[in-house]
């Protein structure tokens, strides 16, 4: 009886110890796969570094330049008209003062473009 107390205690030991055996060689193989890999690449380090500094110049930066182009001539086309203030009463609500400036501007306040809670400023 008390062996096979033993045995049943040693049962999910060697089960144990066989996955630690088989998850090392798993580790071991990935490894060894991975030093593979890197090895054949080091002699390619100089090719791909001229192949990325070809493809900047020829591709990502005239993309940057065609992108700001684009967005110059879409700007010159856009109307820079203030919309109509709606005095909405579910906008623009002051429980308390802001804690900088006269307290009725957020920090990033832009005349322009924000208005405050009574209309824009300026346009009384």
Same mark, same amino acid.
């Given at each position: 009886?008390?062996?096979n107390l033993f045995r049943s205690l040693r049962q999910p030991e060697r089960k144990m110890a066989a996955f630690g055996r088989f998850s090392q060689v798993l580790l071991r193989s990935?490894? *060894?796969? *991975? !030093? !593979?890999?890197?090895s054949a690449a080091?002699?390619?380090g100089e090719q791909s570094g001229k192949t990325w500094k070809i493809l900047t110049f020829v591709v990502a930066l005239p993309g940057v330049g065609v992108c700001m182009l684009n967005t110059f001539l879409k700007e010159q086309h856009h109307s820079h008209e203030q919309p109509e203030f709606v005095p909405y009463a579910h906008l623009r609500i002051r429980s308390k003062r802001f804690p900088w400036g006269d307290g009725?501007?957020?920090?990033f306040h832009n005349s322009h473009v924000n208005p405050l809670p009574d209309g824009y400023e300026g346009h009384e």
């Open positions: 009886m008390c062996t990935s490894l *060894t796969q *991975t !030093r !593979r890999q890197l080091a002699g390619h009725n501007k957020s920090l």
